[in-house]
Each structure stands twice: as C-alpha cells, then as structure tokens.
C-alpha cells in the first residue's frame, strides 16, 4: 500500500531511552539547559528512526520523545487550556494512585503559535529519501472534552457548548495547517473517546459531568470532521482509539457496538482499533466499515513482554477477515509502547521484537 494506514504500522510512541529519560529528569531539575535538552532529544530520534527502519516499518515517528504525555503536552498549548488534577475514572495500577493530569478550558479556545510542527519538521529531515513515512501523532480535539465533561469548561467563556465546539474544530484546523506546511502528509489522532464509552463506568461518568454519553460519540465525530475539513487533499488521516495505556494500565472495557457507526462517519483514511483481548470485544462491529477504508487491527499488545505466535496472529486476521474483505485488514500493536514518559512494563527488546513481528505477519498474509 503506497498510502497509510500502511499494511505493518504503528501507534507511534516508543519506550523511552534510559539516557533521554535522564537528561529530560536533569531537565526539569534545572542542571540541563533548553539546548543540551534538545540535542539529547535529537539523538534519541535519530537512534530511534533507524531502530524503526530496520524493523521493516514505512511509517515512522519520532516515539513522542519530546513529551511527557501523549495529549497533554500537545493540548496546553492551545489557548484557553489549562491542566488541572484527574477526578474521573482512574487507571488500574495496583498499588499507585499517580494518574495523569486532565484538561480544563479556562478561556477562549485558539491556536495562536504553531503547536509541534518543529518537532515533525525534524522527523521529516531524518526520514528523507529513505523511502519511508513520516507519521506525526496528535491528540483528538474531542479529548478536550471527555474526561472533564461539560464540568470542566468554563461557562463564563462558553455558555453556549456549540460555540465551544466551534472554536476548537477552528484552532484545530490552524494547527493541522501549520503541521502541513511542515510536510506532514500523514496525521494520526489519537482518539479514546470512542473505545471509553463502549464502557458504562465512563458513560456514568459523563452523566456526572453533566452530559449524554449516547449523544457524545456523534458530536466528536462531527468536530474531527470539521477539525480536518481543510487538510491537503495528499495528507493521509487515521485514527487511533484505545481504552487507556498508562504504565500498562487501563481504564475502559466493552465492545465496540454503541460507537462505531459514530467513529465510522469521521471523514478519515482508516481506524486503528485496539483488539488485543477480551476487553476489546468481538470483530462483528467491524461489519460497518466503510468502502475503501482501513481498519487497522490492534492484535499485538503493548501492555506485555511476551511475543505473540506469528500463527497466532495470522488465525485472528482469518478470523478479522470473516467479518470485512482482507485488502481492507491491517496490522498494528494495540497502542503505543509509551503513551507517557513513563513506558509501560516491558523492554526495549520486547517493543523491537513485537515491531519485527507485526511487520513479519503482515508480509506473510498480505505478501
């Protein structure tokens, strides 16, 4: 396939590398200054761009090196946003009690500055005349929304949601734009929004925060739409739905039936879809796939160290293919392998071997 979703992909974060996730911690304690800092990013891009390569992938990423979180770092700097402690559904870790911070709309919602255009400018530069693709990864305007609900957008500023929806499908549109004058051809937006309210705890939730789950799906749908409605007609867009990956937590459980014909209506190349177990549900809502579009099967678990049986893999793709015609099949890990700086429980030499192995079975079944 020339276009993305490619046959062997990605979600595109990467564990991080012990030396970056050391200058990053001198950082922040103020003994690294904002150059030595990039320089080290730089480095840890690069090693990680070949590592990529050599897997055999076409879309290649930066691993979200240059963040602490895979939405939150991108969010706060759009205007009006600020961030502010998690009272929602929290992560399953045995024993911990940190969770991410979550967004909070404070002002009006605008992109005054280019957001992370800098950062795919460079992947861009290190994926030059190799053949390969550079993918760059953004949180979903919808998760301006979820976890905070209606209760976490100010009234004073928004009395009115529809102008709230409104200006982030604007800023969003400003900030695609800057991403495409950098290059970007291929734009994934990380979106859990649909895989959390497959989940009635997090229906509930948004109950609490004042809004209808039944009626959400729709309304995300509708602002990716009109977030993307000026893309270039060249840059490929998919997205990427999961029920939560923080240090190989979750959140959410349910199948895919009470959101995807809402996901299916977004105006997109393909879906990656989190399939790695039971949680996910079966493939039967998968029977609404669009013509001429890419689900991208998330069979490969980042959550665990152990390596999946390629046969393994190869039985569920049969079994995918039941349901909608293999050309429109693809083959991905469920998430990434570090949604936030922290990574999840398995090596560096687990995520190669797991990368090798989705680009292995995609060979085999699709040549």
Not at 10 to 16: D, E, I, K, M, P
Not at 31 to 48: G, S, T
Not at 195 to 218: S, V
Request: one cysteine or more; a negative charge.
């Amino acid at each position: 396939m020339n276009r993305p979703p490619f046959r062997a992909d990605q979600v595109g974060s990467l564990l991080r590398p012990a030396a970056l996730s050391e200058a990053r911690a001198r950082h922040r304690a103020g003994q690294l200054d904002a150059v030595a800092l990039r320089a080290a990013e730089d480095a840890a891009i690069a090693e990680a761009v070949q590592r990529q390569r050599a897997c055999g992938l076409q879309s290649i990423t930066d691993g979200e090196f240059r963040r602490d979180w895979w939405h939150l770092d991108f969010l706060a700097q759009l205007d009006g946003v600020a961030l502010v402690d998690n009272g929602g559904q929290k992560f399953r870790i045995a024993g911990q009690s940190e969770q991410p911070p979550i967004v909070s709309v404070t002002g009006r919602i605008g992109c005054s500055a280019p957001i992370m255009a800098d950062h795919f400018a460079y992947l861009a530069s290190l994926t030059a005349g190799t053949g390969c693709t550079p993918k760059m990864t953004i949180p979903s305007p919808s998760m301006l929304h979820l976890r905070g609900g209606r209760a976490a957008i100010s009234r004073e500023v928004y009395p009115d949601l529809d102008a709230f929806w409104h200006g982030v499908a604007a800023a969003y549109r400003v900030a695609i734009r800057h991403l495409a004058d950098a290059g970007c051809r291929y734009l994934q937006l990380d979106d859990i929004t649909f895989a959390y309210l497959c989940d009635p705890k997090i229906q509930q939730n948004c109950r609490d925060n004042g809004d209808d789950p039944a009626a959400l799906p729709q309304r995300y749908a509708q602002v990716i739409n009109a977030a993307l409605a000026d893309r270039p007609a060249d840059m490929a867009v998919t997205i990427h739905t999961c029920r939560g990956n923080f240090k190989s937590a979750w959140v959410a459980e349910g199948g895919y039936d009470p959101v995807v014909e809402a996901m299916f209506s977004t105006d997109v190349d393909g879906w990656f879809m989190e399939f790695d177990n039971q949680r996910a549900g079966g493939f039967e809502p998968l029977r609404k796939l669009p013509a001429g579009k890419q689900v991208v099967l998330g069979l490969v678990t980042t959550k665990l160290g152990e390596l999946e049986s390629a046969d393994a893999l190869v039985r569920r793709i049969d079994e995918a293919a039941q349901v909608v015609p293999l050309d429109q099949l693809c083959l991905s890990p469920q998430c990434g392998f570090s949604s936030t700086h922290h990574g999840n429980a398995l090596s560096q030499d687990d995520q190669w071997r797991k990368l090798e192995r989705v680009v292995e079975v995609a060979r085999r079944v699709w040549g």
